[in-house]
């Protein structure tokens, strides 16, 4: 039971190149995530789903796209990475129990030059 | 932004001693959980208070919720040298799905061995 998973690890990219990271979770869970994390300013919520087939925008979408045709793989692509999207980025997941509470994959350390 | 405000930002306390931080939020929720994440790894969940609750436990863990002034505290008792983490608060609030929540900012918490 891996739990949640993320591939990669790390990232350097150049501005306006592309890219897509892989969120896998082995736990049957409903809901995804994604987040970024910058200094000082904690989790913000990129896109999320309900369930396979379906997106949502959260919080700071812009500049980001996913995809969760599977429900154990959540995607989230870049089509033209700008500096401003270096970050940590970590996927989640939570299933139906009364909490909702959220399981985390390692993150990828993504650079954008 | 919803994103509420965490207290301190950074706590240095010695092994043994008690941290306190703090956690507002800005509407009514459903429920509120704490996180804890290692430098470099994913969130860990912690523990969830719901908004009917006032005090919970979990070990040497103690959440108190007041809703009436949109706060919350997480007590960590005899600290350790393993509890050096940052600790994040999230919500989830009324109105929106239980699966989505806002996160804090962070309080960096250091103990010295």
């Known amino acids: 039971n891996a739990g949640v998973t993320q591939t990669p690890k790390f990232r350097v990219l150049k501005t306006g190149q592309s890219m897509t990271l892989l969120c896998a979770q082995d736990?049957?869970?409903?809901?995804m995530y994604w987040y970024r994390q910058d200094p000082g300013m904690g989790l913000r919520l990129i896109h999320y789903?309900?369930?396979?087939?379906?997106?949502a925008k959260g919080e700071v979408p812009d500049g980001y796209n996913v995809s969760r045709l599977k429900k154990q793989n959540f995607l989230l692509g870049l089509e033209s990475a700008a500096p401003s999207q270096t970050s940590v980025y970590f996927c989640?997941?939570?299933?139906?129990?009364?909490?909702?509470?959220?399981?985390f994959g390692p993150g990828t350390r993504l650079t954008v030059t | 932004s919803q994103q509420g405000e965490e207290d301190p930002q950074a706590l240095s306390i010695q092994e043994g001693e008690n941290a306190t931080m703090n956690c507002s939020y800005k509407?009514?929720?459903?429920?509120l959980q704490w996180y804890r994440q290692n430098s470099g790894r994913g969130l860990v969940h912690l523990i969830l208070?719901?908004?009917?609750?006032r005090e919970k436990h979990s070990g040497r863990l103690r959440v108190t919720l007041d809703t009436s002034k949109k706060s919350s505290s997480l007590l960590i008792t005899a600290s350790r040298a393993a509890d050096t983490a940052s600790y994040f608060c999230?919500?989830?609030?009324?109105?929106?799905?239980?699966?989505?929540?806002?996160f804090g900012k962070g309080t960096k918490l250091s103990v010295i061995p």
């Open positions: 509407t009514s929720i459903n429920n």
């Open positions: 789903s309900v369930g396979e087939g379906t997106t």
């Open positions: 989640a997941s939570s299933g139906w129990t009364g909490s909702y509470e959220q399981y």
């Open positions: 736990m049957n869970h409903e809901y």
């Open positions: 208070i719901r908004s009917n609750e």
């Open positions: 999230a919500y989830a609030y009324s109105g929106a799905g239980s699966y989505q929540l806002t």
